[in-house]
């Protein structure tokens, strides 16, 4: 069955392909990224009022450091209120460090190499912060990690919900979003534990091993086994750790 995509959720990603610092030297700002994608959003404002939300993936963070950030908010307002979150956790950083890229990479919060952004506009009738995109999939694994949005009507959901039970899942919601982000997930997790088994008994340990899976990962290959059993119309975004 058919589901037509009509005028409703926005969606935006951007991917950065060089280092803060050439933004720096040539915008005069590392905050390219923050401040095209709320572009991005605005211009869309009209796709969905009701909420909206941003996240940022640093490729590069140590361990030890956070790599996924996320901030949402609901109401008409919501991309002014989530950028003067995402603004506000620069408060009491001095005007030096806050201008260094380098600084920023390695110190800040969204300070990172990919961003996405989404207004909701719901067809469902549910609301509330639990609702509002990005979802958000966390794992110590990097590769595991995973953020999922998008514009679609699934018409299949109460299958794809029994389909994770009968895998010994536990669904803590039943939701589209929700749904779909698990059933991603799992399709990841199943990749990443096969690699990681593989090059694990080839001696890779560290971050030697995380590379090896990096490196060979074939997320085509994941979204095929995760979407087989889609149905409706979608438009989805995601990135991984």
Not at 56 to 68: F, H, M, Q, S, T
Not at 131 to 152: D, I, M, T, W
Not at 194 to 219: D, P, R, S, T, V
């Amino acid at each position: 069955m058919e589901s037509m995509i009509k005028h409703e959720c926005g969606i935006a990603l951007l991917r950065l392909l060089k280092p803060l610092s050439w933004y720096y030297q040539k915008y005069g700002t590392w905050m390219y990224g923050i401040n095209k994608l709320y572009l991005l959003m605005e211009k869309q404002h009209n796709r969905g009022q009701e909420a909206a939300g941003i996240a940022c993936v640093k490729i590069d963070a140590l361990p030890g450091n956070e790599y996924i950030f996320r901030e949402r908010a609901t109401g008409s307002g919501a991309i002014r209120d989530v950028f003067a979150m995402l603004h506000k956790q620069f408060k009491g950083v001095s005007k030096s460090n806050l201008a260094d890229p380098e600084y920023a990479l390695n110190n800040l919060p969204f300070a990172g190499n990919l961003y996405m952004g989404h207004l909701r506009y719901s067809t469902t009738g549910r609301s509330g912060m639990s609702y509002v995109h990005p979802f958000l999939r966390r794992s110590n694994f990097k590769n595991k990690s995973l953020l999922l949005e998008g514009n679609f009507n699934l018409t299949n959901v109460d299958e794809l919900f029994h389909g994770l039970v009968n895998q010994g899942q536990h669904p803590r919601k039943y939701a589209d979003t929700y749904i779909m982000l698990e059933t991603m997930g799992h399709a990841l997790d199943c990749k990443v534990e096969e690699l990681y088994h593989l090059y694990k008994e080839a001696a890779a340990n560290g971050q030697a091993l995380n590379e090896l899976i990096e490196k060979n990962m074939n997320l085509t290959e994941v979204l095929r086994e995760a979407s087989r059993n889609w149905d409706g119309g979608y438009a989805i975004c995601g990135c991984t750790g």
